[in-house]
């Protein structure tokens, strides 16, 4: 099955500074990578999401790279905010058949004011 | 609109009690899923349902039985609790559409089993 590894689990940064988060897979079928953002005592909402035919997709402040040939992809958050501080979590799915996700373990984000 | 809402939102068992956690979606979605979260390892898939009717194994799925009762809900059963399965319990609503496989999950239920 799919094994996801995300790192660093914990990550401090100044505001206005960036944050990287890397995430890498084993199944090279996967073709959906999302990245949610989870808030204490909160269910995870999703903030940016790539397929497989895309390599970079931007949305403001946040953007994900992906690398299919070495099975990893990136979250990056630019000109980092206090309420930008929450765990982050990358996963990993098909398009075809079992469509769960497989989850990353997560990284704590912390932007120091 | 509530998107995805889930009943409890705390509960206390004791082992060997049972119980239902309560699932439902409000936005049309074939696939139903529910996950636990422990801390430190992220979200597991317990069990899923691809679309109304069927239901498979995920990857912790010993302990636990779901019942899709329609296309709006998705019930997961504690047949007889065991503190191994303290955790936060999370159902998601999503995914099984040619369009999109984005997930949306409800606020979850945390569960202690003394």
């Known amino acids: 099955g799919e094994n996801v590894e995300q790192h660093p689990s914990t990550l401090s940064v100044q505001e206005g500074d960036s944050a990287v988060i890397k995430c890498t897979y084993s199944?090279?079928?996967?073709?959906?990578f999302p990245w949610y953002k989870q808030e204490l005592g909160k269910g995870p909402q999703l903030i940016i999401d790539?397929?497989?035919?895309?390599g970079e997709k931007k949305d403001q402040r946040i953007a994900v790279t992906l690398n299919k040939t070495a099975k990893h992809f990136s979250l990056h958050i630019t000109e980092t905010q206090p309420e930008d501080s929450a765990v982050y979590f990358c996963?990993?799915?098909?398009?075809?058949?079992?469509?769960?996700?497989?989850f990353g373990s997560g990284t704590r984000l912390q932007v120091q004011p | 609109n509530a998107g995805v809402t889930q009943t409890p939102k705390f509960q206390v068992l004791k082992t060997g009690q049972s119980m239902t956690l309560q699932c439902a979606q409000d936005?049309?979605?074939?696939?139903m899923y529910w996950y636990r979260q422990d801390p430190g390892m992220g979200l597991r898939l317990i069990y899923y349902?691809?679309?109304?009717?069927?239901?498979d194994k995920g990857e912790v799925p010993n302990g636990y039985n779901v019942s899709r009762l329609n296309k709006r809900e998705f019930s997961l059963r504690l047949e007889s609790a065991a503190p191994s399965q303290t955790s936060v319990y999370f159902c998601?609503?999503?995914?099984?559409?040619?369009?999109?496989?984005?997930?949306?999950f409800g606020p979850g239920t945390r569960l202690t089993v003394l």
């Open positions: 199944d090279s079928a996967s073709n959906y």
């Open positions: 349902s691809a679309s109304e009717g069927t239901t």
């Open positions: 936005m049309n979605h074939n696939s």
């Open positions: 790539i397929r497989s035919n895309v």
């Open positions: 998601a609503g999503g995914g099984g559409i040619a369009s999109t496989d984005t997930q949306y």
């Open positions: 996963a990993a799915s098909r398009e075809t058949g079992r469509r769960a996700l497989t």
